[in-house]
Protein backbone atom coordinates (compact mmCIF):
# COMPACT_ATOMS: atom_id res chain seq x y z
CA UNK A 1 0.00 0.00 0.00
CA UNK A 2 1.26 3.37 -0.75
CA UNK A 3 0.52 6.90 0.53
CA UNK A 4 0.62 10.36 -0.51
CA UNK A 5 0.05 13.64 1.30
CA UNK A 6 -1.13 16.97 -0.09
CA UNK A 7 1.16 19.72 0.20
CA UNK A 8 -0.81 22.50 0.37
CA UNK A 9 -3.30 20.83 3.70
CA UNK A 10 -0.72 17.90 4.89
CA UNK A 11 -3.43 15.69 4.66
CA UNK A 12 -2.18 11.89 4.02
CA UNK A 13 -3.74 9.20 1.70
CA UNK A 14 -3.88 6.12 0.45
CA UNK A 15 -3.21 5.93 -3.19
CA UNK A 16 -2.93 3.25 -5.61
CA UNK A 17 -0.93 2.20 -8.89
CA UNK A 18 -3.52 2.40 -11.18
CA UNK A 19 -4.45 6.43 -9.83
CA UNK A 20 -0.49 7.24 -10.36
CA UNK A 21 -0.44 5.89 -13.90
CA UNK A 22 -3.97 7.50 -14.50
CA UNK A 23 -2.90 11.33 -15.18
CA UNK A 24 1.20 10.71 -15.28
CA UNK A 25 1.40 11.31 -11.62
CA UNK A 26 -1.54 14.12 -11.10
CA UNK A 27 -4.13 13.45 -8.33
CA UNK A 28 -6.68 15.93 -6.89
CA UNK A 29 -6.92 16.34 -2.90
CA UNK A 30 -10.19 15.30 -1.46
CA UNK A 31 -9.85 17.49 1.44
CA UNK A 32 -8.63 20.96 -0.35
CA UNK A 33 -9.00 20.41 -3.96
CA UNK A 34 -5.70 21.08 -4.63
CA UNK A 35 -3.84 19.67 -7.50
CA UNK A 36 -0.10 17.98 -7.05
CA UNK A 37 2.29 15.45 -7.84
CA UNK A 38 1.44 12.47 -5.51
CA UNK A 39 4.63 10.45 -7.31
CA UNK A 40 6.86 13.05 -5.44
CA UNK A 41 4.82 13.16 -2.21
CA UNK A 42 5.12 8.71 -1.64
CA UNK A 43 5.96 8.54 1.67
CA UNK A 44 5.57 5.10 4.36
CA UNK A 45 4.37 5.90 7.53
CA UNK A 46 5.41 4.55 10.60
CA UNK A 47 3.57 2.65 13.14
CA UNK A 48 0.38 4.31 11.56
CA UNK A 49 1.95 8.20 12.23
CA UNK A 50 2.89 10.38 9.83
CA UNK A 51 6.50 11.73 9.37
CA UNK A 52 7.43 15.21 10.22
CA UNK A 53 8.50 15.34 7.04
CA UNK A 54 7.24 13.28 3.39
CA UNK A 55 9.77 11.30 2.19
CA UNK A 56 9.45 11.64 -2.01
CA UNK A 57 9.36 8.93 -4.28
CA UNK A 58 13.17 8.15 -6.01
CA UNK A 59 13.67 9.93 -8.91
CA UNK A 60 13.24 7.16 -12.07
CA UNK A 61 15.61 9.84 -14.58
CA UNK A 62 18.60 7.80 -16.26
CA UNK A 63 21.63 9.28 -18.01
CA UNK A 64 21.35 9.03 -21.94
CA UNK A 65 17.62 7.69 -21.88
CA UNK A 66 15.36 8.63 -24.74
CA UNK A 67 12.15 10.10 -23.31
CA UNK A 68 9.15 9.49 -25.14
CA UNK A 69 7.61 12.09 -26.96
CA UNK A 70 5.39 14.43 -24.28
CA UNK A 71 1.37 13.38 -23.40
CA UNK A 72 -0.83 16.46 -23.63
CA UNK A 73 -1.72 17.37 -20.08
CA UNK A 74 -4.78 15.45 -18.32
CA UNK A 75 -7.90 17.72 -18.06
CA UNK A 76 -8.64 18.75 -14.55
CA UNK A 77 -11.72 16.27 -14.95
CA UNK A 78 -9.23 13.35 -15.85
CA UNK A 79 -7.02 14.09 -12.88
CA UNK A 80 -8.68 11.07 -10.28
CA UNK A 81 -9.34 12.41 -6.98
CA UNK A 82 -7.72 11.12 -3.35
CA UNK A 83 -10.42 11.01 -1.11
CA UNK A 84 -9.95 8.59 1.91
CA UNK A 85 -8.44 10.58 4.45
CA UNK A 86 -9.49 7.85 7.05
CA UNK A 87 -5.85 7.31 7.73
CA UNK A 88 -4.67 10.30 9.33
CA UNK A 89 -3.80 14.01 9.20
CA UNK A 90 -0.47 16.01 9.67
CA UNK A 91 -0.92 18.11 13.25
CA UNK A 92 -1.70 21.37 12.74
CA UNK A 93 0.66 23.79 14.30
CA UNK A 94 -0.32 26.78 16.35
CA UNK A 95 -1.79 27.94 19.91
CA UNK A 96 -5.22 25.93 21.22
CA UNK A 97 -8.47 27.44 20.33
CA UNK A 98 -8.68 28.02 24.42
CA UNK A 99 -5.71 29.86 24.35
CA UNK A 100 -6.79 31.87 21.65
CA UNK A 101 -9.87 32.94 23.05
CA UNK A 102 -8.44 33.83 26.53
CA UNK A 103 -5.89 35.64 24.75
CA UNK A 104 -8.64 37.73 22.91
CA UNK A 105 -10.61 38.04 25.95
CA UNK A 106 -7.36 39.73 27.55
CA UNK A 107 -6.68 42.18 24.79
CA UNK A 108 -11.00 43.39 24.80
CA UNK A 109 -10.30 44.01 28.91
CA UNK A 110 -6.77 45.69 28.28
CA UNK A 111 -8.71 48.19 25.39
CA UNK A 112 -11.57 48.74 27.57
CA UNK A 113 -9.44 49.67 30.59
CA UNK A 114 -7.31 51.99 28.33
CA UNK A 115 -10.59 54.03 26.86
CA UNK A 116 -11.89 54.06 30.58
CA UNK A 117 -8.69 55.31 31.72
CA UNK A 118 -8.38 58.04 29.04
CA UNK A 119 -11.98 59.06 28.98
CA UNK A 120 -13.23 58.60 32.47
CA UNK A 121 -13.86 62.06 32.69
CA UNK A 122 -16.15 62.36 29.98
CA UNK A 123 -17.64 58.76 31.18
CA UNK A 124 -18.09 59.88 34.74
CA UNK A 125 -20.75 62.00 33.63
CA UNK A 126 -23.04 58.81 33.28
CA UNK A 127 -23.79 57.95 37.38
CA UNK A 128 -24.18 54.11 36.44
CA UNK A 129 -20.33 54.12 35.61
CA UNK A 130 -18.78 56.20 37.96
CA UNK A 131 -18.72 53.72 40.32
CA UNK A 132 -16.63 51.32 38.10
CA UNK A 133 -14.53 54.50 37.01
CA UNK A 134 -13.70 55.01 41.07
CA UNK A 135 -12.78 51.12 41.28
CA UNK A 136 -10.68 51.61 38.13
CA UNK A 137 -8.72 54.51 39.45
CA UNK A 138 -8.24 53.09 42.63
CA UNK A 139 -6.15 50.63 41.03
CA UNK A 140 -4.46 52.83 38.13
CA UNK A 141 -3.99 55.76 41.27
CA UNK A 142 -5.81 58.23 39.16
CA UNK A 143 -8.51 60.19 39.73
CA UNK A 144 -11.92 60.96 38.44
CA UNK A 145 -13.93 64.17 38.52
CA UNK A 146 -17.57 63.89 39.33
CA UNK A 147 -20.25 64.59 37.14
CA UNK A 148 -20.53 68.06 36.45
CA UNK A 149 -24.30 68.44 35.55
CA UNK A 150 -25.29 66.61 38.60
CA UNK A 151 -25.89 68.66 41.01
CA UNK A 152 -25.88 72.51 41.13
CA UNK A 153 -25.79 74.27 44.13
CA UNK A 154 -29.08 75.74 45.33
CA UNK A 155 -29.30 80.12 45.30
CA UNK A 156 -30.77 80.95 48.73
CA UNK A 157 -30.61 84.54 47.99
CA UNK A 158 -29.70 87.21 46.05
CA UNK A 159 -29.82 91.32 47.32
CA UNK A 160 -28.67 94.24 45.50
CA UNK A 161 -28.36 97.68 46.46
CA UNK A 162 -26.30 101.33 45.13
CA UNK A 163 -22.71 100.28 45.90
CA UNK A 164 -21.19 102.36 48.67
CA UNK A 165 -18.57 104.11 47.31
CA UNK A 166 -19.27 104.66 43.45
CA UNK A 167 -21.55 106.56 41.83
CA UNK A 168 -23.93 104.66 39.06
CA UNK A 169 -22.89 101.15 40.72
CA UNK A 170 -24.27 98.54 42.41
CA UNK A 171 -23.49 95.45 44.69
CA UNK A 172 -25.05 92.12 43.83
CA UNK A 173 -25.14 89.63 46.94
CA UNK A 174 -25.61 86.18 46.66
CA UNK A 175 -25.77 83.27 48.88
CA UNK A 176 -26.05 79.49 47.53
CA UNK A 177 -25.49 75.45 48.99
CA UNK A 178 -24.06 72.48 47.90
CA UNK A 179 -27.32 70.29 48.70
CA UNK A 180 -25.40 66.83 47.49
CA UNK A 181 -23.34 64.41 49.18
CA UNK A 182 -20.09 65.05 47.26
CA UNK A 183 -18.03 68.11 46.22
CA UNK A 184 -19.45 69.72 43.33
CA UNK A 185 -17.60 72.56 41.01
CA UNK A 186 -18.24 75.82 41.78
CA UNK A 187 -20.91 77.02 39.29
CA UNK A 188 -20.95 80.06 37.12
CA UNK A 189 -23.09 83.08 37.53
CA UNK A 190 -25.11 84.58 35.03
CA UNK A 191 -27.01 88.05 36.00
CA UNK A 192 -29.27 89.58 34.01
CA UNK A 193 -30.48 93.62 33.99
CA UNK A 194 -33.72 94.63 32.75
CA UNK A 195 -35.69 97.88 32.48
CA UNK A 196 -39.02 99.00 33.84
CA UNK A 197 -40.87 97.15 30.63
CA UNK A 198 -38.95 93.48 31.36
CA UNK A 199 -36.51 94.37 28.38
CA UNK A 200 -33.35 92.98 28.78
CA UNK A 201 -30.66 95.67 28.93
CA UNK A 202 -27.40 93.49 29.88
CA UNK A 203 -26.37 90.07 30.41
CA UNK A 204 -23.10 88.73 31.71
CA UNK A 205 -21.75 85.35 33.13
CA UNK A 206 -19.35 85.49 35.44
CA UNK A 207 -16.77 82.93 36.95
CA UNK A 208 -15.75 82.09 41.03
CA UNK A 209 -12.99 84.16 40.37
CA UNK A 210 -14.68 86.91 40.23
CA UNK A 211 -17.67 86.55 42.62
CA UNK A 212 -15.44 84.88 45.21
CA UNK A 213 -13.09 86.40 47.33
CA UNK A 214 -11.19 83.64 47.87
CA UNK A 215 -12.23 80.86 44.81
CA UNK A 216 -11.51 77.34 45.52
CA UNK A 217 -12.31 74.29 42.80
CA UNK A 218 -14.84 72.75 44.17
CA UNK A 219 -17.67 73.30 47.03
CA UNK A 220 -17.65 70.62 49.86
CA UNK A 221 -21.25 69.24 50.70
CA UNK A 222 -23.57 71.36 52.67
CA UNK A 223 -21.50 74.41 52.50
CA UNK A 224 -22.70 78.19 51.66
CA UNK A 225 -20.74 80.32 50.27
CA UNK A 226 -21.24 84.35 49.67
CA UNK A 227 -20.79 85.31 46.52
CA UNK A 228 -20.24 89.25 45.40
CA UNK A 229 -20.54 91.36 42.66
CA UNK A 230 -19.37 95.16 41.85
CA UNK A 231 -21.74 95.82 38.87
CA UNK A 232 -22.32 98.96 36.53
CA UNK A 233 -25.68 100.09 36.37
CA UNK A 234 -26.65 99.77 32.24
CA UNK A 235 -27.80 103.05 31.27
CA UNK A 236 -29.07 103.69 34.79
CA UNK A 237 -32.46 102.20 33.79
CA UNK A 238 -31.73 98.84 35.39
CA UNK A 239 -35.34 98.37 37.59
CA UNK A 240 -35.32 94.27 37.91
CA UNK A 241 -32.18 91.49 37.64
CA UNK A 242 -32.17 87.90 37.73
CA UNK A 243 -29.63 85.90 38.66
CA UNK A 244 -29.26 81.82 37.55
CA UNK A 245 -26.87 78.89 38.53
CA UNK A 246 -25.35 77.16 36.12
CA UNK A 247 -22.61 74.18 36.11
CA UNK A 248 -19.23 74.98 34.69
CA UNK A 249 -19.61 72.95 31.48
CA UNK A 250 -23.20 74.03 31.00
CA UNK A 251 -23.98 76.49 28.30
CA UNK A 252 -25.86 79.45 29.88
CA UNK A 253 -28.85 80.53 28.17
Given at each position: MMYTRCPECRTAFRITLAQLKAADGLVRCGRCDAVFRADLHLFAPAEGRAPERPVPAPSDVRPNVVRPRPKPAPRR???????????????RRGLPAPVWALLALLAAATLVAQFGYFYRHELAQVPRLLPALERLC??????????????????????????PRYANALRL??????????????????????DTGGRLLARRT??????????????????????????????EKASGYEVHLYAPRTRAR
Open positions: EDIPVVSDASLFQAPALLECDVRPPLHAVVPELLGTRIAAHQARFVNRSDRAQPLPLMQVSFTFTPQEYLAQPADELAPNVVADARLDLTNPD
